[in-house]
């Protein structure tokens, strides 16, 4: 990865890289920084939407006691971007939150090759708006 990603952020992106090339796919996952501890959070749910829910909400409560120092999340996504994927493309994503405000979304797009392999393309990154230290 690079310097400008920060070093959970890169850690989640090598994690659901692995995950793919082992089981073909990944469940919502995260990690935050909670007390100074390190802690991760997974889901087995084959509803990803509903994964992604129940630790989005898990985030805002525990946030809102004022003991996350950041937070991160990383799904599975289609996204668009219209500057690199106008026409969309399947990627992962890390949403990073951190307590101070800063907020950014980090895509890794990849596509599927014939032979079942998987090609990541370089990543990119968009400013997103806070919602777990609201």
Known sequence: MNADIP?????????????????????????????????????DKEDAKEAFRVLDHAYREVAAEGFLEWAALCVDVRTTDAQLYPDGTDAIQVAYEEQDGQSTSYYVPYQERADGSIEYQPWFARDRAPCWFT
């Not at 090598?14 to 990944?26: D, I, M, P, S, T």
């Not at 919502?28 to 390190?38: A, I, Q, S, Y």
């Open 7 to 43: 070093e959970t952020v890169g850690n989640l992106i090598g994690l659901a890289q692995k995950f793919q090339h082992e089981n073909g796919q990944f469940f919502p996952f995260g990690e935050v920084l909670n007390r100074g501890k390190h802690t991760y959070q997974a889901s």
